[in-house]
């Protein structure tokens, strides 16, 4: 790793920020979390201020570690400009696709980066598909088998509604970081077409599972 970018600094001090604001005041959190009810009632703030909130301390150091290994990767390709488009927008993407997923259920809420993270990881991964990443911290695997993986387990995820896990939030971000890093770098198209294809697998199937009424 190099030096820490700044821009990275002031995303994950915005997200410290936030999170220990919503630690100390449930009045705080609960104004600006996602809330289907609270977004279908106009207030679509929330879609935004949900992923710079966090339930626990473990929750963001979590999101915040895993943002400070691939933040500089996109950086490094995409500019500060290009990292905070992939960033947001994937963050966007997210509650979006909650949203979509959760629509008729009022009183479904949930915080996190962790949208905005996976489509970080995921753009990281479309613009450099040779690393590798360290599966619990010891087997090294392709950046690409972990981020399909990844998205097919949250698929099963949200089928089966493991854990207290907003799956579908993490499955937006990454088709977030997806759309929006090829488009910024479209030549991803030329180098790392297998890839791009490849990637596209688990958002494909997603979609169809979807329409099967499968999820």
Do not use: C
């Not at 626990?56 to 500019?79: E, K, P, R, S």
């Not at 500060?80 to 259920?105: M, T």
């Not at 088709?175 to 490849?198: C, D, H, K, Q, S």
């Amino acid at each position: 790793m190099g030096e820490i970018d700044e821009i990275t600094i002031i995303v994950i001090a915005a997200n410290v920020l936030f999170s220990l604001k919503g630690f100390k005041d449930y009045g705080f959190l609960d104004k600006y979390k996602f809330h289907v009810g609270g977004v279908q009632r106009g207030e679509k703030i929330r879609v935004l201020t949900a992923g710079f909130l966090h339930i626990d301390m473990q929750h963001l150091l979590f999101n915040m570690i895993t943002l400070y290994f691939f933040a500089g990767i996109v950086i490094n390709y995409l500019g500060a400009s290009g990292f905070i488009i992939v960033y947001l927008g994937s963050l966007i993407f997210g509650n979006l696709l909650s949203l979509y997923f959760h629509k008729n259920e009022y009183h479904y809420s949930a915080v996190g980066a962790s949208g905005a993270v996976t489509g970080i990881l995921y753009s990281a991964i479309l613009l450099q598909p040779g690393m590798t990443l360290g599966l619990y911290l010891i087997v090294p695997i392709p950046a690409y088998i972990f981020g399909i993986g990844y998205l097919l387990y949250s698929i099963y995820g949200m089928k089966k509604r493991i854990g207290n896990i907003g799956h579908d939030a993490h499955f937006g971000g990454a088709i977030g970081g997806y759309i929006i890093t090829l488009f910024m770098a479209p030549w991803i198209f030329e180098r790392n077409l297998l890839m791009v294809g490849l990637l596209a697998i688990p958002i494909i199937l997603l979609f169809v599972l979807r329409r099967a009424g499968k999820i």
